[in-house]
């Protein structure tokens, strides 16, 4: 374990590599402790894009190999995470919020917004086709305040995306503390 902060170029050099860079992630979104077998399932999940359930034995193992012989080690040399290869016992060290910026964030992201949008799309679709055939309430008249509504909900939808992916939101409004 380094004596020292990692500089932005030993970051970036460890951070370099995708699976160095999904350990770390796994290990905040579980508390920083995990074992080595859920990890190889998730990360080679994720390279394959599929459910950890769904990984096959060849997926697992090449994963399995690297992690042992030259990324834990590596995360462990550079003071990242504590790793006891005889317990397979992983654990994320303090100061994880200077590597934080080097993480890929798209893999904790676990909201269906393309169903949101979809379904929005959907019930746009069902109004404009309501209208066109001026089926029950929905006139030629109501179209365009229909329209507006959806088109406020599509804005809502996307705006809480938005807000969401980037946590740390600072207003461009705020003002300096005098």
């Known amino acids: 374990m380094p004596e020292h902060e990692l ?4 970051l970036f050099d460890v951070f370099s590599n995708a699976r160095r860079r999904r350990t770390v992630q ?3 979104q579980r508390g920083g402790v995990a074992d080595l077998a859920p990890l190889v399932e998730q990360v080679a999940a994720w390279e394959n894009e599929t459910d950890p359930d769904e990984v096959t034995r060849t997926q697992r193992r090449r994963v399995y ?3 042992y012989q030259t990324h834990l080690p590596m995360l462990e040399e550079h003071g990242i995470v504590d790793w006891d290869p005889d317990d397979h016992a992983i654990e994320l060290l303090p100061g994880d919020d200077v590597f934080e910026p080097y993480l890929d964030h798209r893999l904790e992201d676990d909201r269906p917004w393309h169903r949101l949008y979809m ?3 959907s019930l746009g679709l069902l109004a404009l086709v309501l209208s ?3 089926v029950g309430p929905l006139t030629t008249a109501a179209a365009p305040a229909i329209a507006l509504a959806l088109c406020l909900l599509v804005l809502a939808v996307s705006v809480a995306q938005h807000v969401s992916r980037r946590p740390r939101f600072d207003s461009p409004l705020s003002f ?3």
Request: aromatic residues 10%.
């Open 7 to 10: 500089t932005q170029a030993e």
């Open 26 to 28: 796994y290990l905040k």
């Open 65 to 67: 190999i690297s992690l």
């Open 119 to 121: 379904t929005v799309t």
């Open 132 to 134: 066109w055939l001026s």
């Open 176 to 178: 300096a503390s005098r």
